[in-house]
T-cell receptor
Framework: KQEVTQIPAALSVPEGENLVLNCSFT??????LQWFRQDPGKGLTSLLL?????REQTSGRLNASLDKSSGRSTLYIAASQPGDSATYLC??????????FGDGTTLTVKP | EPEVTQTPSHQVTQMGQEVILRCVPI?????FYWYRQILGQKVEFLVS????????KSEIFDDQFSVERPDGSNFTLKIRSTKLEDSAMYFC??????????FGPGTRLTVT
């Protein structure tokens, strides 16, 4: 059974800092890994999708890496802003079916 | 930009009542999903749907749940006899190329 863990559970940083969020998964037989952002009481916004054959993906200030063999992914956020404050979720999928989610990292960026 | 929509945004129902949660997936997507998130807990998979049938379901998705695609645009989740523990945020998602999942804003279900 796939299990996804995200560390840290919460993170507070001053504006402008670069930061790294971590995601680990127990079963390396994944099809893809997706990072989401969730604002309080809201839906999930897809940030980045990494296929199992890829090592990283970039979108603006965000960069996600994937090391499938070790069961790890990181989300790097450059030059953090208060608007980045949210919960970041990692989800892995073995096929076109279900995604398994981690508990998330709640990020607070202080002005 | 295309998006997944869900109605209603909030549904309050009494225990034992039936509820139907509605979703309009992104129009050219072929895979549809329902997830739920109990307050303070992880997002949990319920069911995936492809080619007019369930492709995968979790142990949560028991006989009280059903899904349907009644027409070319809507995708519904029915809970037949709601329980207090069904109170949660229910998310619909759809995916196309590379199975990237796009989520709707959710329906908050409160069972009293």
């Amino acid at each position: 059974k796939q299990e996804v863990t995200q560390i840290p559970a919460a993170l507070s940083v001053p504006e402008g800092e670069n930061l790294v969020l971590n995601c680990s998964f127990t079963d390396s037989a994944i099809y893809n890994l997706q990072w989401f952002r969730q604002d309080p009481g809201k839906g999930l916004t897809s940030l980045l999708l990494i296929q199992s054959s890829q090592r990283e993906q970039t979108s603006g200030r965000l960069n996600a890496s994937l090391d499938k063999s070790s069961g790890r992914s990181t989300l790097y956020i450059a030059a953090s802003q208060p608007g980045d404050s949210a919960t970041y979720l990692c989800a892995v999928s073995a096929n076109a079916g279900k995604s398994t989610f981690g508990d998330g990292t709640t990020l607070t960026v202080k002005p | 930009e295309p998006e997944v929509t869900q109605t209603p945004s909030h549904q309050v129902t009494q225990m034992g009542q039936e509820v139907i949660l509605r979703c309009v997936p992104i129009s050219n997507h072929l895979y549809f999903y329902w997830y739920r998130q109990i307050l303070g807990q992880k997002v949990e998979f319920l069911v995936s749907f492809y080619n007019n049938e369930i492709s995968e379901k979790s142990e949560i998705f028991d006989d009280q749940f059903s899904v349907e695609r009644p027409d070319g645009s809507n995708f519904t989740l029915k809970i037949r006899s709601t329980k207090l523990e069904d109170s949660a945020m229910y998310f619909c998602a759809s995916s196309g190329d590379f199975y990237e999942q796009y989520f709707g804003p959710g329906t908050r279900l409160t069972v009293t």
